[in-house]
């Protein structure tokens, strides 16, 4: 993708945008439901209005949407409220019904981003239109997929695009439904600051209690908004019970978000940041100047142990610089886990050097 700048131009048209939220149920189930839910959501900072009208379930027998019909109570919403309108889309006979009822947003679901002949047929389909897509994360935690489902529709002649993050699925039980991996979303923040970048809190949480505090990570990392789901009676929800909050806990949540100031910062808050980012800086090259000094005492190792025909790695040595090493980043208050990363890492990196040495005659 290039002149990326024109990414944002559809984003900075909107009134609400810090942050920018989409709301609304997981799954359309009744008009009533709908109706109610985009009312409450009216005179709030909610710019949007989601429903899932026809729901990709892992396994099948589950509640999979009512279709078309929930297109009319969208457009009743969109009529009553002012709020624009979302909904996932999943193939091109979705498209195609979507744009029948004049949906405003169509976002690519987790499962449909992984599939580039999917997305591709979703690019044919809505292309010459001037839709806003916003093209959710794949499942698995694959950051070029992500972008290539975002360029097949950048390549379609669409430009009003975003992304968002709904987190990535694993196999271990962890204490979200799916793993936020920050990384990913921050990696491709630096690679296209000016693509317009949401949270889903909903499917990265699968359950209430932690929504406010990712919401409040993502604001923390400059994200452009979120899209949170939203039902009138969580409880009783068709899909996503346990991840699902009251418009008025919605509400509650706007509230005690802290936005954070990108502009109008005093210059002693500049100066006394640029001092901070200098010390982080000058730490950093002698970060680096230190593995280096390390790595070429490692190579010196390998010569010795080449000379001495010594295998490569010792392991009764290496478990004790892990003890020494986590032993000392607790008492200086860095956590067992984060010195356990970081020396496998040098690990690895000291191995391949002497591996390299050893190859040498
Ligand atoms: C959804 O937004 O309701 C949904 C199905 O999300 P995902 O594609 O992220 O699982
Ligand atoms: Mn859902």
């Known amino acids: 993708m290039q002149n990326t700048k024109s990414l944002r131009s559809w984003f900075n048209e909107f009134k609400n945008i810090n942050p920018f939220l989409i ?35 892992t396994r099948p027998g589950n509640f999979e949407g009512v279709g ?10 969109k009529q009553e409220t002012g709020l624009l309108t979302a909904t996932e889309v999943a193939n091109a006979h979705h498209v195609a019904l979507a744009l029948e009822h004049d949906v405003d947003i169509l976002w690519i679901g987790a499962r449909t981003t992984v599939s580039p002949f999917i997305v591709q047929e979703l690019a044919d389909a809505v ?36 992304v968002i993050h709904r987190g990535f699925s694993t196999y271990e039980k962890s204490k979200y439904r799916n793993n936020p991996e920050w990384q990913i979303p921050i990696e491709l923040q630096n690679r296209f600051p000016d693509l317009p970048l949401f949270l889903d809190p909903s499917h990265i949480a699968g359950r209430r209690d932690i ?46 978000l ?47 142990k080449r000379e001495n025909n010594v295998a490569i790695l010792q392991v009764k ?27 496998k890492a040098i690990h690895q990196e000291s191995i391949d050097h002497q591996k390299k040495v050893m190859g040498e005659k």
């Open 127 to 162: 292309k010459g239109t001037d839709k806003i897509i916003l093209v959710k994360n794949p499942v698995n935690p694959d950051l070029a997929l992500w972008l290539g489902a975002v360029e097949r529709f950048y390549e379609a002649g669409i430009t009003k695009l975003g």
């Open 317 to 343: 040595r290496w478990n004790e610089i892990l003890k020494r090493m986590t032993a000392a980043g607790v008492m200086n208050g860095v956590s067992e886990e984060f010195v356990l990363r970081v020396y």
């Open 211 to 256: 929504i406010q505090d990712l919401c409040q990570t993502a604001l923390d990392l400059n994200y452009d908004g979120m899209m949170i789901e939203t039902h009138p009676n969580p409880d009783a929800a068709w899909s996503d019970a346990e991840q699902q909050i009251t418009p008025e806990a919605l509400k509650e949540l706007i509230a005690n």
């Open 68 to 77: 078309a019909i929930g297109l009319k109570w969208l457009q009743k919403a």
């Open 23 to 57: 709301a609304g149920p997981c799954s359309a189930e009744t008009e009533e439901q709908l109706l109610t839910t985009a009312h409450e959501l009216k005179d709030s900072d909610v710019s949007v209005l989601r429903a899932g009208i026809w729901k990709p379930r």
């Open 258 to 304: 802290v936005v954070r100031n990108t502009e109008g910062q005093t210059a002693d808050y500049q100066n006394e940041l640029k001092t901070f980012r200098n010390r982080i800086d000058r730490i950093d090259d002698q970060i680096i100047d230190l593995l280096a000094n390390r790595m070429k005492i490692v190579d010196d190792i390998g010569e010795i």
